[in-house]
């Protein structure tokens, strides 16, 4: 696979996620399944990954594995708190768009904090249209 191909699925399945939470919450099942749906998410990524691995037989190197696990942890978390927000009555049109904004923001302060990255004319447009963005959707 290209990594066109890789990313198209990682939009796919990130999507799949995301309406996957909606779903557990408007079915009330959100506080009770929320570990159980979470675990299963995971668990069959990995087994996408380990079952790709072994088919290209290609083994990940360690530092791949280790910024795999950072990612997975740090998608992991951000899925807990976006299903526990919406488990506890917090209205998805203001869940959702605080979700994907914060990957913007962490995203484009990891990019200038750690690897000293320039933001240009066109970038800082771009995060304030995606702040803007939220801001209106959020409205009610």
């Not at 990313?7 to 408007?26: C, D, H, Q, R, S």
């Not at 049109?93 to 962490?106: D, G, K, R």
């Amino acid at each position: 696979m290209t990594w066109l191909q890789f990313m198209l699925a990682a939009m796919l399945a990130n999507g799949f996620a995301l309406a996957g939470a909606k779903v557990l919450t408007e079915s009330g099942l959100g506080r009770s399944h929320q570990n159980h749906y979470l675990l299963a998410w995971y668990f069959s990524g990995f087994l996408v990954a380990l079952i790709y691995s072994i088919r290209s037989l290609s083994r990940p190197y360690g530092r791949e594995a280790a910024i795999g696990a950072a990612m997975a942890a740090a998608s992991f978390l951000g899925q807990f708190c976006l299903v526990s927000s919406l488990a506890r009555g917090a209205p998805g049109y203001l869940v959702f768009p605080i979700t994907s904004a914060a990957n913007v923001l962490f995203v484009a302060l990891g990019g200038v904090i750690l690897f000293k990255e320039r933001i240009g004319a066109a970038g800082a447009a771009g995060i304030v249209c995606g702040a803007l963005s939220v801001l209106i959707l959020s409205l009610p």
